[in-house]
């Protein structure tokens, strides 16, 4: 047996008190007098054997009761396997759940409310001078430091419901370097969580020797649950007034199917699309959604389901750009090509920019969606690079060569961006053989296509380097040469020709095709902000360039809420930097001074909306040191841990047994007689 506070046995010299009272504790006779032996009144008779044992009785009740008294203060224990260090002044580590999953409800009410309850009753179970740190999904700086235990218990009170999801590795990390600090302690991990899979870890986590790590389970209902995970517009450019076609997908991550699952489009406050939906148990499905007639500027979006009683991923938020005008940049020699210009005069919405290569405003280059390059003898070195960067962004490039190419200047430009190159001129007359119809560039361009089309001819053409792998022609010479061709790169598409538009080298200019292909892969172009951002991701937001100064901050504003974040200026864009500030999901407006310059939306990390949990056999492969997993019931955490931590606690017996022998004290005064019946004696 141990003590965890030896220091109040010396109070056991208390017990020479009784002992002294009852050795000078003399009994004192009362005097009779009498006048007459006749008149003898009658003597009470004790014996004094009764009387000795009734005191001795009394003394060792006190005595016990006093002694056990003072042991219940030492509070006596058998040692258990973490009782090492009872008695020092430890650092205790507590990670409370907060994250989304942690509002479903069990008998107990919320997860979250449990877990504060929990984290209180670990918080009791240490002694006073303890330190400890309150960690929470958030990682707030606040929390990086010890606290006593009511300041401990304050903090608890305070912890709220957050949009971030840790892992299981991420957690005990950040616990374990907080009590590195304070290595002249012994530190204790405790983690209540409901732990979701998405905590899990491919490999078991590294922790320090000589921390303790509990875990501490909550058991929640098993409830359905359908959330949308993401969203995608088919058109990259959109137009005022015209149809847009909204995929969606939908996840259900229960183990029964969802039946009519409704969900609404809103656009700037206005329904715009209605539908039902039936999802099968633990798939992902996507539905369509068509809707129209949006006016230019920005569209504030929100899907919303109703799929009760998980309500916490209910809604999505995106949003995107109508605009009055898609601006085209035209790069030429320093004569306008008539072919490209006539092109981008037949329809308003475009409004196209012709400038010489020497000329180039490098800075705007990401203003533009598109940016098409002909007749241009020689690349510069400057220009290529910034072109380069452009496309790497998600910009459109399209490239015709002119008549006069030089052919290095463009290889380093179009093999930088992994696109093909012009090698060398062929003179021939033969004709396009075929359409590349299942590219995106072709889809909704052809009614019926006929089985013998008219496809341009060609008279000389530069023969491209065909060893660029994931190119994809969209139009082809006989032998699949490539005619027309386009490449990915990066964010950003590279479109290539093989010919200079003019008739010297093909009728393409005037072919009937000419004009629609050019406006599909204008309308395909485009590289605008993602129409969603998801938080707790810090992810940096990059946005077209805005120019600022000291007084003039850009901020994102929801309403009452207004966030500055960390701005920087790039060529070309500006990248936004969030932290942790942005908490709530919604859409903001990116604000400088009064003027809205773009509308960004922030939706909920999707991972707290699988509401599957791992079990002890998982918990103990990835923390194969710590303890075993302690499952919340309807009993007390307290006597768990201060069994697991200091051993078997004999204090409670204590008192018991020094109240027992109290009251044995006051039975024996009470009701131990000593005294015998009255006895008569004549004189």
Known sequence: MHFLYPAFLFALLTLAIPVLIHLFNFRRYQKVYFSNVQFLKEIQEQQSHRRNLKERLILASRLLALTFLVLAFSKPYFPGKNSANAGKQQAISVFVDNSYSMETLNREGSLLDEAKRRAKEIASAYSINDRFQLLTQDFQGKHQR???????????????????????????????????????????????????????????????????????????????????????????????????????????????????????????????????????????????????????????????????????????????????????????????????????????????????????????????????????????????????SYVSKGGTL????????????????????????????????????????????????????????????????????????????????????????????????????????????????????FVPVMFRIALLSGHDQPLFYTLGRNETIEVQPIQTNEKQLLKLVKDRLSIIPETRQLEGSTLLYMADQLQEPGVYNLQKQDSTVAVLAFNDNRSESDLS???????????????????????????????????LQLWKLCIILALIFLGLEILVIRYFKTDRRPVSQPV
């Not at 929100?302 to 898609?326: A, I, K």
């Not at 998982?618 to 309807?634: I, R, T």
Request: hydrophobic fraction near 40%; proline fraction near 6%.
């Open 146 to 388: 010890l606290l006593s235990r009511d300041e401990f218990n304050d903090a608890v009170d305070t912890v709220k419901i957050s949009p971030q999801s840790r892992s299981l590795e991420q957690i005990i990390n950040r616990q374990q370097s907080l009590l590195a600090m304070h290595r002249e302690q012994p530190g204790s991990i405790f983690v209540i969580s409901d732990f979701q899979k998405n905590m899990a870890v491919s490999r078991p986590v590294k922790t320090d020797t000589g921390l303790r790590i509990s875990l501490v389970q909550l058991k929640a209902s098993k409830l359905p649950n359908v959330a949308v995970d993401s969203v995608a517009l088919l058109s990259a450019i959109h137009r005022p007034g015209e149809s847009e076609k909204l995929v969606v997908r939908l996840h259900n991550y229960a183990d029964e199917t969802a039946e009519k699952i409704p969900m609404k489009l809103l656009i700037n406050g206005v329904q715009k699309a209605l539908g039902s939906y039936t999802v099968a148990a633990r798939t992902v499905q996507y539905d369509t959604l068509v809707f129209s007639a949006l006016l230019p500027g920005w569209q504030r979006a929100e899907l919303t389901l109703q799929d009760n009683p998980v309500t916490f991923d209910n809604q999505f938020y995106f949003s995107f750009n109508v605009r009055q005008q898609m601006p085209v940049l035209l790069i030429d020699g320093g004569t306008p090509n008539p072919y490209l210009k006539a092109v981008f005069r037949a329809d308003p919405f475009f409004a196209a920019n012709r400038v010489p290569d020497g000329n180039v405003d490098y800075a705007a280059l990401n203003t533009y969606p598109l940016i098409i390059l002909s007749d241009i003898n020689a690349i510069s070195t400057g220009l290529s690079q910034q072109l380069k």
């Open 398 to 513: 399209l490239v015709f060569p002119s008549a006069e190419v030089d052919l290095p200047s463009y290889k380093e430009l179009l093999h930088g961006l992994s696109a093909g190159y012009p090698e060398s001129l062929a003179a021939e007359n033969i004709k396009v053989s075929g359409l590349n119809l299942q590219n995106k560039v072709f889809k909704n361009i052809f009614e019926d296509f006929p089985q013998n089309p008219d496809l341009p001819s060609v008279k000389k053409y530069y023969k491209l380097n065909g060893s660029t792998n994931g190119a994809e022609n969209l139009m082809s010479l006989p032998a699949r040469v490539p005619f027309w061709a386009g490449y990915t790169s990066g964010k950003g598409k590279v479109y290539v020709c093989a010919v200079a538009l003019n008739e010297d080298f093909s009728n393409l200019p005037r072919h009937a095709l």
């Open 613 to 647: 949990y791992l079990n002890g056999a998982d918990l103990a492969k990835m923390l194969p040191k710590a303890n075993p997993v302690l499952e919340a019931g309807k009993g007390s955490l307290k006597g768990s841990v201060t069994e697991t931590n200091f051993g």
